[in-house]
């Protein structure tokens, strides 16, 4: 019995115009390709699909929410709604963790620091780790006005 193992593969799709939200260049050629990673864990498998746009202009690769092959069908403002930056797992959980760690002495505003750091571009996952990073900063500095005011 396997217990794990994966295979990955991409399909490329066509070619398509859009607004490039990493660089800003407007109605610029990009290539599509879907990733499609089939792993197998404890004999069970799952399939992870995920598309990509790739821009030619800046080469960023961008995470659509369609598959490549249902991107050309779109407009450059429909696609403006699919088409994202992506975000890595890794930002994403130090974000969190700013929110849920800031009450901690001297820990919050390091966790809160490293996800503003991480998550510098625009989004929601910017602001989550800014307003972490805040509550670090202001429940740090009430505790430390407490321990001035206590001695």
């Keep these: ?10 399909e490329e799709g066509q ?7 990493a660089c800003g260049a407007a109605d610029v050629t990009a290539s599509t390709y879907d990733r499609i990673e089939k792993v197998r864990f404890v004999g069970i498998p799952v399939t992870f699909r995920s598309t990509w746009v790739v821009c030619s202009s800046c080469h960023n690769h961008l995470l659509s929410r369609c598959p490549a092959n ?4 779109l407009s450059r403002e429909e696609l403006a709604g699919v088409i994202s930056r992506y975000t890595s797992f890794i930002a994403r959980v130090m974000a969190v963790l700013a929110l ?3 009450w901690i002495l001297i820990v ?10 991480l998550n510098y571009r ?3 996952w910017r602001t989550t ?6 509550l670090g900063l202001i429940s740090n500095g009430l505790m430390g006005i407490l321990i001035l005011a206590g001695k």
Excluded: H, N, Q
């Design 1 to 10: 019995m396997v217990i794990g193992g994966s295979k990955i593969r991409t």
């Design 15 to 21: 070619d398509i115009r859009i607004d490039c939200p």
């Design 70 to 73: 249902e991107l050309l069908s």
């Design 100 to 102: 849920l760690l800031g």
């Design 108 to 117: 919050g505003p390091v966790v809160g620091l490293a996800a503003v750091i």
């Design 122 to 124: 625009r989004g929601i």
């Design 129 to 134: 780790s800014w307003v972490g990073f805040s």
